[in-house]
């Protein structure tokens, strides 16, 4: 199985007071048992660091990259999925989606992936799977 790992997910496993902490970590600790490849993006990889550090700190930042982010593998934005998404992002006029979203949006369905890991509702409205699963509360 292959899984795309989102900023909400990831946010959401590391901060207990998050709302999805819970679901998250269940999530989390039912899938790093099992076959599954964990796929990731340098943009939201930056995206997560930065609200990791500004939110939960430099410690927490620290542990992310040393506990979490060798579980990934990480997929670089190419020009061409950066400027596809840049172009969606832009026609869609939509305040609250971000380029992010439209980066992983694009790297996934050039890539074939279906399945990510996000409690962002958005990615559901683009026709992906949402884990932890369909009845879980989105952003």
């Known amino acids: 199985m292959v899984i795309f790992v989102d900023t909400s997910a990831i946010y959401a496993l590391l901060d207990a007071n998050d709302r999805y902490h819970l679901l998250a970590r269940s999530a989390w600790i039912e899938w790093i048992e099992q076959p599954v490849s964990f796929i990731c993006s340098n943009y939201v990889l930056l995206e997560s660091l930065a609200l990791i550090q500004r939110r939960l700190g430099m410690e927490?930042?620290?542990?992310?990259?040393?506990?979490?982010?060798?579980?990934?593998?990480?997929?670089?934005?190419?020009?061409?999925i950066h400027m596809a998404a840049l172009s969606a992002w832009l026609a869609a006029r939509r305040r609250n989606v971000s380029l992010v979203d439209y980066t992983s949006f694009e790297l996934m369905r050039q890539a074939g992936i279906h399945t990510v890991f996000t409690f962002d509702r958005h990615f559901a409205e683009q026709g992906f799977e949402v884990l932890p699963g369909p009845d879980t509360p989105t952003l």
């Not at 930042?61 to 060798?70: D, H, Y």
């Open 60 to 80: 927490a930042a620290q542990r992310f990259v040393a506990e979490m982010v060798p579980v990934f593998r990480l997929r670089w934005i190419k020009p061409a």
